[in-house]
């Protein structure tokens, strides 16, 4: 029963990364369908409102993948705090470690890129400036490369309870 539960957990993690990923990316496309201008590194376009939708959801599905696996994955290895703890634990818990320190990393940066992308095409955002491309859909990318590290963590991590 647990195994099914966990499998579930995973699917259900990866479906929202995959979405978010998904929803990012067609942002991107949205974006780029509105009229710009573009001269050098400066660039002057309207907002595009889908752009802004799909954006604001792939933000937020992100951040509800990332809170869902940290809370169900659990913190069995918080305890590790120097150097000499980690080298001591097992190779299980170091792989946990490393995976939670990915996720955190992948998820700031991914949410940044989305934040970024997604205020860009904000209503009293149509303006001049330097170019800010593709943050939408480097975002959306590293939604897929989130649901890898969630579900690794979240395995490792519940591996390190049988032990």
Not at 9 to 21: F, K, N, P, R, T
Not at 40 to 59: D, M, R, Y
Not at 101 to 124: C, D, Q, R
Request: aromatic letters at 8%; one cysteine or more.
């Amino acid at each position: 029963m647990a195994k099914l539960v966990g499998a579930l957990i995973c699917l259900l993690i990866v479906a929202m990364d995959v979405m978010a990923g998904i929803l990012g990316i067609e942002a991107e496309i949205a974006q780029n369908k509105v009229k710009h201008l573009r001269l050098w590194i400066f660039e002057c376009k309207e907002p595009s409102q889908q752009a802004f939708k799909l954006g604001l959801g792939a933000a937020a599905l992100l951040g509800i993948a990332h809170v869902i696996a940290n809370l169900l994955g659990g913190c069995n290895n918080c305890n590790i705090c120097s150097q000499q703890e980690f080298e001591k634990a097992s190779p299980s818990k170091q792989l946990s470690q490393a995976c939670l320190i990915f996720t955190w990393i992948i998820f700031a940066v991914g949410l940044s890129m989305l934040a970024i992308g997604t205020l860009s095409n904000h209503k009293s955002r149509a303006s001049c400036g330097f170019s800010h491309h593709h943050f939408l859909s480097i975002g959306g990318i590293l939604c897929f490369v989130h649901a890898l590290f969630c579900v690794s963590y979240y395995v490792s991590t519940t591996a390190t309870l049988s032990e």
